[in-house]
């Protein structure tokens, strides 16, 4: 029987190498590239060749046709020493793969030639034990923990949907938060606004949501804007964030939101509540519809129904709000299937979800082919079903 | 053909509180036609001056929005459901 070196003497004089210095060449110099560091996750999170895409040897198999639907694709495997990645080498050719080299060497050689080694931010012993019961999802794990918080959230409001959002997020661990409200908290916004608390009564809603999501998760950056969105100041606020969940609650800031994110390319994370029904969906710019596909217009102010028929049952933005925020999750980890071009209703009354179809309208004014930035719309303010 | 038409709670009130109505007709037109016969009130909120579905409503045959089937034409099959989704600013307030 063969002893392991033999075995592996064998292997590779089945595959093709590659060196160091040639990978090097062809990252630097652009070349598409399929780079798979096949080594464990603690060696991985210690330090990776910048661009590589992590697939442990035991799950590559499983994983590649996911990942490189060409069988041609030039891909280059590597692992410590170069052992691990000529084996995986051998079974990427054994499933058809005609272009798999493995880097003789490994990532041991890489650093020795003095090439750049990137080492993602590593937790601190504090992250490990509060985002534990993330870690251990394979789905989220580290590498979507630090995605989490790295990234930058804008929540449109600190009101019935922005206070479940915003604790959940934070929570999870959203890196930075910024918050645009305007208000002070009122007492009767208490039966759903659940960031602000009863000795906050009369203060700014920013700070007492600052205070709240600071005392929850002093790691995430809360970002306070004290102030009333309109199209003088949207470019310079939206500008830099990833993700932007709009809990407003008129329509002038609704349609400004979105074709600030049309603009700037910002997935819109999009919920409104009335009484006992809410409604939540993902826009997602230039990939699915945005909000003036599903309605070009708001309505004249003679047709929006008054405000004194408004009125909504606490928990409902609670809810509403919690699938904002899992969208967030989602969109941010790169997991499952975002509400993209999908309104997903919910009935509180008959507890019941629906769920209809949305699509991107060819002739929308602001995200159709080719559609030319015209500049804001500032639509009057009137009461609506807020 | 007999199709339920969902109404949303705004426009509840003119519907005696109903949330879901049981109306003949073989096309969406048809069915919001008789719907809009029974519940008067409903037409100016459901349609402008020349007929058209106002553009800050939505109207769903099943899942499908009509704009991108045969808008008012859009052929209904008994057990359908006609879904109207006005635009729904509320949120933070």
Same mark, same amino acid.
């Given at each position: 029987m063969a002893s392991f070196s033999e075995l592996i003497e064998r292997v590779k004089s089945e595959i093709q190498e590659t060196d160091v210095e040639t990978v090097h060449a062809l990252l630097k110099g652009g070349t598409p590239l399929t780079l &798979? +560091?096949?080594?464990e996750r603690d060696e991985f999170v210690d330090g990776h060749i910048q661009g590589a895409q992590f697939v442990p040897r035991g799950m590559l198999d499983l994983k590649i046709e996911g990942m490189v639907a060409e069988r041609d694709t030039p891909i280059v495997l590597y692992c410590a020493g170069g052992t691990r990645s000529a084996l995986a080498a051998k079974s990427l050719q054994d499933l058809g793969y005609s272009d798999v080299k493995s880097m003789a060497g490994g990532f041991g050689a890489w650093k020795s030639g003095g090439h750049k080694v990137h080492i993602p931010k590593a937790l601190s012993q504090d992250q490990l034990s509060r985002y534990s019961r993330h870690l251990i999802i394979p789905e989220v794990g580290e590498t979507g923990q630090r995605k989490l918080l790295d990234a930058k959230v804008l929540m449109l409001g600190a009101g019935g949907l922005g206070s479940p959002a915003a604790l959940y997020l934070a929570a999870a661990g959203v890196g930075k938060i910024g918050i645009i409200d305007s208000d002070v908290v009122d007492r009767s916004n208490l039966q759903r606004q &659940?960031?602000?608390? !009863? !000795?906050?009564?009369?203060? *700014?809603k920013v700070e007492s949501a600052r205070q709240t999501l600071k005392a929850l998760n002093p790691d995430v950056e809360v970002v306070a804007y004290e102030t009333w969105l309109n199209s003088d100041n949207v470019l310079e606020i939206f500008e830099g964030w990833d993700i932007v969940v709009d809990g407003g609650d008129n329509f002038a800031t609704r349609y400004l939101v979105n074709d600030a994110c049309v603009h700037l390319d910002i997935p819109n994370v999009h919920g409104s509540v009335y009484r006992f029904d809410g409604q939540v969906t993902s826009f997602? %710019?230039? +990939?699915g519809p945005c909000y003036r596909c599903l309605y070009p217009e708001p309505p004249p102010p003679e047709l929006a129904p008054s405000c004194q028929e408004a009125g909504v049952l606490g928990v409902l933005p609670g809810i509403i709000g919690l699938l904002q925020a899992i969208e967030v999750v989602k969109l941010i980890v790169g997991i499952g299937e975002p509400l993209k071009g999908r309104l997903l209703t919910f009935d509180g009354l008959n507890s019941q979800f629906r769920e209809l179809k949305l699509r991107r +309208? %060819?002739?929308? *004014?602001?995200?159709? !082919?080719?559609?030319?930035?015209t500049g804001f719309i500032d639509y009057q303010l009137f009461c609506n079903v807020g | 053909m007999a199709v339920n038409v969902r109404i949303p709670t705004p426009l509840r009130k003119f519907t005696s509180g109903k949330d879901i109505i049981l109306v003949e007709g073989a096309t969406v037109g048809e069915a919001l036609e008789n719907l809009t016969s029974a519940h008067p009130e409903l037409r100016t909120k459901l349609f402008s001056d020349n007929g058209q579905?106002?553009?800050?409503v939505n109207v769903f045959a099943n899942e499908e929005d009509i704009r991108f089937l045969e808008?008012?034409?859009t052929a209904v099959a008994d057990g359908d459901q006609v879904s109207i989704i006005p635009a729904i600013a509320g949120g933070r307030a």
């Open positions: &798979i +560091d096949v080594r &659940i960031l602000h608390t !009863d !000795d906050r009564v009369g203060t *700014s997602v %710019p230039h +990939d +309208d %060819p002739e929308c *004014s602001v995200c159709r !082919d080719g559609a030319e930035f | 579905v106002r553009r800050f808008q008012l034409n």
